[in-house]
């Protein structure tokens, strides 16, 4: 089914006439593992995002540790766009990943079809709290690894799964948030696996 997403331009492309299902997906993960990155990548609009430059006074509350190039933070979510087919687009939602606002997940959750949790493996822990939150909606999800350059450890995925204590049937992807095709590939996996688990779910009597 991943093979119908079109390749469109990267921005401003209108909304196709016969446009009919919209589906909901947010991004989730802990601070900077590049939700933001993602949805910029991958959106077929010009995004929006609520980015907020981080200053002295975030020091202290703020968590750069580990991600010290960071300038700017999302404070509210990201937004953007891409289609699936003629008829089916997806709205990408990216969740801001510090804690002081992570009271604002449990609403971007509603009507959700599925979510990616971003995952990078030199801050693990930060992972921790996406996935018990979808777990506790029943969001099905996958998970996608994002590889930065400085990860002098290249975990395997079997560990990655290991160290989540994640089921076998929650898919795993490496990705590369800044890359529009690897964006993709995520938002294929997770459409992929949200059509199986309701196949599977229609074939229940
Ligand atoms: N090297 C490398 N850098 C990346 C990658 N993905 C994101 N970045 C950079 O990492 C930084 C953090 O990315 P963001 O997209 O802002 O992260 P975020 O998860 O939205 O952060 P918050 O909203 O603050 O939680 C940015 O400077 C990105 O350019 C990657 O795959 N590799
Ligand atoms: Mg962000």
């Keep these: 089914m991943g093979s119908a997403i079109s390749e469109l331009p990267a921005h401003r492309t209108p909304l196709a006439d016969a446009a009919e299902t919209g589906l909901k997906i947010v991004v989730v993960g802990g601070f900077g593992v590049g939700k933001t990155t993602l949805v910029r990548s991958v959106s077929e609009i010009r995004p929006l995002n609520t980015e907020e430059v981080m200053t002295e006074a975030g020091v202290g509350i703020d968590e750069t540790s580990g991600v010290a ?7 509210a979510f990201d937004f ?3 289609s699936l087919n003629d ?21 971007l959750f509603s009507g959700t079809l599925g979510a990616v949790v971003l995952v990078d493996t030199r801050r693990m822990d930060d992972s ?10 029943g969001t ?23 160290a989540l204590a994640l089921p076998d049937h929650v898919p795993m992807i490496d990705c590369d948030a800044r890359v529009r095709q690897s964006g993709k590939d ?3 996996t997770l459409v992929d696996h949200v059509y199986t688990l309701a196949t599977a779910q229609e074939a229940t009597p």
Excluded: C
């Design 186 to 188: 995520v938002l294929i």
């Design 69 to 75: 190039a960071k300038s700017t933070t999302t404070v």
């Design 87 to 107: 008829t089916m687009v997806l709205y990408l939602f990216g969740a801001p990943g510090q804690k002081r606002f992570w009271f604002l997940w449990d609403r």
């Design 128 to 137: 921790w709290y996406a996935i018990d939150r979808l777990e506790h909606h």
């Design 140 to 162: 099905p999800f996958v998970v996608a690894v994002n590889r930065f350059d400085d990860d002098a450890a290249h975990h395997s995925l079997d560990e990655i799964r290991q």
């Design 80 to 82: 953007g766009r891409i």
